[in-house]
């Protein structure tokens, strides 16, 4: 009878320690922003090239993503989610040039700590005006929170 | 013809020898059992979390002393919600397989079950997100998405125990170990808890039951006790010669028979 009680008591404790050892909370650790990574090539030589300078800003927008910042490679474009398309200006090495990107938007869940964000799906090469900007290649369509290359500016 | 008659003879012979043996072998009688089951942490934590309610039962029937057949049955009802979206999960699953009975037929009894369970499992749900936010540079996006039904399937391995507390009542615990073979949801709007799986953003899930079981035996059978034996070694057998070579010769013939006659020590 003992021995029975014993056995029951070692089950119930057991599975009590189980139980508390499955009830970690967890947290949010995932990149949570999806952003357009692009790339910076010269265009002779069509080899990646770090612009010594570079600013960005959404168009018609008062803050700025990126103000003279040196070493930046790649740069991640934010997209607005509420529409299909956004323009931004980008100077490299203080020429300034125009881009748009249109795109089309759709929900991914990345986890239950870190909720919801927005992929995107580039429908066309980005427009762009030609001042220092020589071409931009895609390399990637899907716009994800991921570390994968998504254009390749060529100036 | 009488050669063919003295084979026939010493057939049947060898054949009732083989017969009587076997009835002279221990058998123990073990009850086959009907098991319904309730599992209880899903309602007891219930009442601590009000936004996840999983409520779970199992019919078991066993075919023999160390397998049964389990149809496992449940419903759930989940809400999240934190500062960025909220969520809702509703569904019913069920799951079908095998339990193995580890533990020897001497040992469990029909009462004691240490084992194993292979199992593959059914859920119907319906997913909603009635409201999310994202906010980056261009400012806060607001969107939700509407209610879906899917399907999703996995398979599970739980180990577990399981031990009879009063006549006809067990409790127990069993670990879950799933993998989802298909969520239903695509990659991107994956199902935060799938009902009988559990996270199901990601492959792999664990979990932890509890049971509480009521049994209804229905049959008895008989199993034969399987007899371990154990060979003397050899530095027993040294120590038996060298003791024997020590005070008779005449009887070292006689001893050493009978350590072969006794030589095997038979343990239940």
């Not at chain 1, 900007?133 to 390749?152: A, P, S, Y």
């Not at chain 2, 020897?104 to 999310?132: D, H, Q």
Request: aromatic fraction near 12%; charged fraction near 20%; include cysteine.
């Amino acid at each position: 009878m003992r021995k029975n009680i014993s056995g029951i008591l070692l089950i119930v404790l057991s599975g009590f320690i189980l139980l508390q050892i499955s009830c970690a909370p967890g947290s949010c650790f995932d990149e949570t922003e999806s952003y357009v990574k692009a790339s910076f090539y010269n265009y002779e030589s069509e080899k990646l090239t770090i612009p010594d300078s570079l600013s960005l800003y959404g168009l018609n927008h008062d803050s700025i993503i990126y103000d003279k910042n040196t070493k930046v490679q790649p740069a991640l474009i934010p997209l607005d989610a509420s529409v299909d398309n956004c323009s931004l200006v980008i100077k490299i090495n203080g020429v300034s040039d125009t881009i748009e990107f249109q795109y089309s938007s759709y929900p991914h869940l990345i986890s239950k700590e870190c909720g919801y964000t927005y992929y995107h799906h580039l429908d066309s090469i980005p427009f762009f005006s030609k001042n220092g900007i020589k071409k931009i290649d895609i390399i990637n369509r899907t716009i994800t929170n991921l570390n994968v290359e998504n254009i390749q500016i060529y100036y | 013809m009488w050669r063919t008659f003295k084979y026939i003879i010493s057939l049947l012979a060898f054949l009732t020898c083989i017969m009587i043996q076997a009835k002279a072998q221990d058998t123990i009688q073990i009850p086959l059992k009907i098991r319904a089951g309730l599992e209880v942490s899903g309602p007891v934590s219930y009442y601590s979390d009000k936004n996840i309610l999983n409520e779970e039962a199992y019919v078991s029937i066993d075919l023999d002393e160390k397998k049964s057949v389990l149809f496992d049955f449940g419903y759930l009802n989940f809400k999240y919600s934190q500062y960025n979206y909220s969520y809702l999960n509703k569904g019913t699953f069920i799951r079908a397989g095998i339990d193995f009975n580890l533990l020897k037929p001497e040992k469990s009894m029909g009462k004691y079950w240490a084992g194993i369970g292979l199992r593959y499992g059914l859920s119907r749900f319906t997913s909603e997100t009635p409201s999310f936010d994202k906010e980056n540079y261009w400012g806060t996006t607001s969107s939700s998405i509407p209610q879906k039904s899917y399907w999703s399937h996995f398979i599970e391995v739980s180990p577990g125990v399981r031990t009879e507390i009063f006549n006809h009542l067990s409790i127990g615990w069993s670990v879950s170990l799933r993998m989802l073979l298909y969520s239903g949801t695509g990659k991107d709007l994956k199902s935060i808890y799938l009902p009988g799986f559990g996270d199901g953003t990601k492959t792999i899930s664990t979990g932890l039951s509890y049971f509480i079981v009521w049994n209804i035996p229905y049959k008895k059978i008989n199993v034969i006790q399987k007899k371990e034996v154990k060979e003397e070694t050899d530095e027993d057998e040294d120590t038996n010669t060298n003791g024997t070579n020590g005070t008779n010769g005449t009887n070292n013939t006689n001893s050493t028979s009978g350590n072969n006659q006794q030589g095997k020590v038979i343990r239940r």
